[in-house]
C-alpha cells in the first residue's frame, strides 16, 4: 500500500521539488499539497494522509501549530517537520507537540524518502546532526538528574554545606554563613564525600555543579 502524503510548504520551487523527490518511488504518493498550513486539518480530514510534511515557518499557520492541531485528530498522521533553520528552539516545539520527524532542507532525497516511510510505520526520524545534539542535551540531563539523586542522600544541613562548597567558598566562610564552628564544617564534608563516594572537596564541587542547584 502506498504511503499518502500532504505537503505543505509556501516556497512553490521547494514544494515542487519536494513533490518531485517523493513520487519517483513507487510507494509514496502525495495526495495533497498547500501554501499555508491553515489548510493542515481540512485536507487531513479529506486524504487522510499517513504523513503530514509540513515546513516550519509559513504564513498564518506555522509548522509548530500544525503538528499541534494534528496531534487531536483521530487517527492522528505523523507529522514530519522541514526547516532551513537548525534551532533547538524548533526542534524541541516540534517534538513537544507531537512531531514523529524533524529534517533540514538540505537533507539528501534519500533521507526525505526514508523518513516519510519511517515515520509511516509509526516510527521517528531525526535529522542526523540533529539527533546528535539531542543526545547530547539528554546526556546532560542524565547527568544532572544523577547528580541530584546524589545530593538527596544528605541530610539537609549536608546540602547547604555542599552546595557552598560548589560555590567555591571556605570552611573558614561556610561556618560563618551557617553559624557553625569549623569543626563541625569538617565533619559535615566527612560525611559528604562519604556518601558521595567523593576523594576530595572538588569531586563534591563536581557532583553540585552536574546537579544545576549550585
Known sequence: MSVKVVLLEDDE????????ILESTEDIEVV????????AVELTDRFRPHVVLTDIEMPKVDGIEVARLLSQRDPAPAVVMLTTFDV???VYA??????AGFLLKDSSPKTLIEAVRVVAKGEAMISPRITKRLLSR?????????ARSRLDALTPREREVALHIGQGLSNAEIASLLYLSDS?????IGRIKT????????QVAIV????RLG
Open 195 to 202: 556518601k558521595l563516594g567523593a576523594a576530595n572537596r572538588t
Open 138 to 146: 539528554f546526556a546532560e540531563g542524565a547527568a544532572e538528574e544523577a
Open 13 to 20: 520551487l521547494v514544494r515542487s521539488g519536494i513533490r518531485m
Open 208 to 211: 553540585v555543579h552536574e546537579s
Open 32 to 39: 495533497a499539497e498547500s501554501a499555508d498550513g491553515a489548510l
Open 184 to 188: 563541625t564544617v569538617k565533619v559535615h
Open 88 to 90: 533547538d528552539a524548533y
Open 94 to 99: 516540534a517534538l513537544r507537540h507531537g512531531a
